[in-house]
């Protein structure tokens, strides 16, 4: 198993910039394929970005390509999200999410075993 802590989330202005980190506990945690959801009020959870293990092979949502950037440091057991741009519409709680499965493409949020508890995002007009 692993556990997952989000952190870096906060309060900024529209176009400012971010950067979330989750940490894993464990040894193993060059094993797992990782992602970042994130969840609106009032609306379903939604995929966000999603790194391999090695960090060769990378996805995003087209509403953050360009914007965020998704990265690992397996030596330091934590991914990470950069978010540059900011929109007002960026404004979720956002998810660290682990998995042993090797996915591609954009996968659902069944594909992901483990989750941290959420980080708060907001982002003002």
């Known amino acids: 198993q692993v556990q997952l802590v989000e952190s870096g989330g906060g309060l900024v202005q529209a176009g400012g910039s971010l950067r979330l980190s989750c940490a894993a506990s464990?040894?193993?945690?060059?094993?797992?394929?990782m992602a970042w959801f994130r969840q609106a009020p009032g609306k379903e959870q939604e995929f966000v970005a999603r790194?391999?293990?090695?960090?060769?092979?990378?996805a995003y949502a087209d509403s953050v390509k360009g914007r965020f950037t998704i990265s690992r440091d397996n030596a330091k057991n934590t991914v990470y999200l950069q978010m540059n741009s900011l929109k007002p519409e960026d404004t979720a709680v956002y998810y660290c999410?682990?998995?042993?499965?090797?996915?591609?493409?954009?996968?659902?949020?069944?594909?992901?075993?483990?989750w941290g508890p959420g980080t708060q995002v907001t982002v003002s007009s």
């Open positions: 790194i391999n293990r090695s960090g060769g092979d990378i």
């Open positions: 999410a682990a998995t042993v499965r090797l996915l591609a493409g954009i996968p659902p949020t069944i594909a992901y075993d483990y």
């Open positions: 464990g040894r193993t945690f060059s094993s797992y394929d």
